[in-house]
């Protein structure tokens, strides 16, 4: 069931304590970002000073701290074969993140959450473009099987805390992000961080072809995190309650044409060739984002535009990637 509820609030945000757990990563930052333009109370904490899979720990800074909104971008992300790889890490990490943070929140009094799912959590083989009730219609794809189980259990907790304790939250699902502050690593990062490293590199070393992952078929719709974040506190502000809202740009494009861009905005002139023996994934994930549309939010980052925005940013700043965990800089 979907079900929202629009609020006549004049600003949700305004003079509240808002945390925003996960403040470092892509997401998160980002939130920080835009929030910074709202007139309320940021709240931080990095995973050194808090573990939040610790449910002791977090339950006592969330007491401490007494957020009265909380965004929930904290989580163990990366694509396609750390998804593959890490299924325990995605699954239980994933799940106790969200899990210790709800209870501990709602229990200290924390009146509205905006949590982040991903377009992963629909079925594999889900009618294009994907429409909200398309969840819990059929399997997931095996490569991020525990991730998406993951998502599924944490917004189906927030459903239960609204029918159960009138909480209010919203569970956005966002379509595949990228932005300031991704992960480059060259195995455990997604499409687009990976390929602007691996035909920058190659560029840089002089080689004539590059090999990237899959048969280059896969269709993906990019949007910028800057866009996410803002279509995230025009929710917030804009709506009580949504049980589900996705999240798109509609800027949809096969891998292989997202290589021969990401190729121009690098300047890689060589070949670009695919290793069918790498995992293509869902074959299409296209985000039906009409009921965002129709609430009056539009995206506003060309995926070109993003693209330049991110290399530029990258060579000027190599830390816009972030060091921590599995990110390694690029240069
Ligand atoms: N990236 C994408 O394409 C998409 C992302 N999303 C969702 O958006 C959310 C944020 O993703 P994104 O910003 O890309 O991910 P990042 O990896 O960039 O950020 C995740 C953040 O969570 C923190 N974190 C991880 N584990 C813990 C822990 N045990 N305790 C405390 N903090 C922890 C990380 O800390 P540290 O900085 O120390 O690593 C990091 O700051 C996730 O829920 C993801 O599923 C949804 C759709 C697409
Ligand atoms: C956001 C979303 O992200 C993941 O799903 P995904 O969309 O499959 O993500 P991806 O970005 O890793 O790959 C997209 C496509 O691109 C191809 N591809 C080519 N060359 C490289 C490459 O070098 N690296 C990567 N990662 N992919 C490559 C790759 O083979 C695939 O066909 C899930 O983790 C899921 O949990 C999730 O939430």
Redesign the pocket.
């Known amino acids: 069931m979907i079900s929202s509820i629009k609020t006549d609030l004049v600003d949700a945000l305004k003079g509240k304590r808002v945390w925003v757990a996960g403040h470092q990563g892509m997401v998160g930052s980002a939130l920080v970002r835009r929030l910074e333009c709202e007139n309320c109370t940021i709240l931080t904490v990095s995973r050194s000073e808090l573990d939040l899979t610790q449910q002791a720990d977090t339950k006592q800074w969330i007491e401490d701290m007494r957020p009265e909104v909380v965004f929930v971008a904290a989580a163990k992300?990366?694509?396609?074969?750390?998804?593959?790889t890490y299924p325990v890490d995605?699954l239980y990490t994933n799940t106790m993140i969200s899990m210790n943070i709800m209870k501990a929140a709602v229990d200290a009094g924390t009146q509205k959450f905006l949590l982040l799912g991903?377009?992963?959590i629909y079925p594999k083989l889900a009618a294009q473009p994907i429409e909200e009730n398309a969840l819990l219609t059929g399997p997931l794809?095996p490569?991020?099987e525990a991730?998406?189980l993951a998502?599924i259990s944490a917004l189906k907790l927030a459903q239960a805390y609204a029918r159960q304790h009138g909480i209010q939250s919203i569970s956005v699902m966002?379509?595949?992000?990228y932005g300031p502050n991704d992960n480059f690593d060259?195995?455990?990062?997604?499409?687009?961080p990976?390929?602007l490293?691996?035909l920058h590199e190659a560029k840089m070393a002089g080689k004539e072809q590059v090999t990237?992952?899959?048969?280059?078929?896969?269709l993906?719709e990019f949007l910028h995190v800057d866009d996410l974040a803002d279509a995230c506190v025009f929710l917030m502000k804009s709506h009580d309650h949504i049980d589900l809202i996705n999240i798109g740009s509609g800027q949809e494009l096969s891998?292989r044409d997202?290589?021969h861009l990401i190729s121009d905005v690098v300047g890689f002139r060589g070949r670009i060739l695919?290793d069918p023996e790498?995992?293509?994934?869902?074959p299409r994930?296209l985000l039906n984002s009409s009921r965002l549309r129709e609430l009056g939010w539009a995206p506003t980052v060309s995926l070109r535009r993003g693209l330049e925005d991110l290399y530029d940013r990258w060579q000027r700043d190599p830390q816009c990637a972030h060091e921590t965990g599995w990110r390694q800089l690029m240069i």
């Not at 966002?174 to 992000?177: A, R, S």
């Not at 990237?212 to 896969?218: A, D, E, I, T």
């Open positions: 992300v990366g694509g396609i074969k750390a998804n593959a995605f991903s377009s992963c794809e490569t991020n991730y998406a998502k966002p379509t595949n992000l060259p195995e455990n990062s997604h499409v687009i990976a390929m490293r691996r990237l992952w899959g048969s280059g078929r896969p993906r891998i997202l290589a695919f790498k995992p293509d994934g869902a994930k």
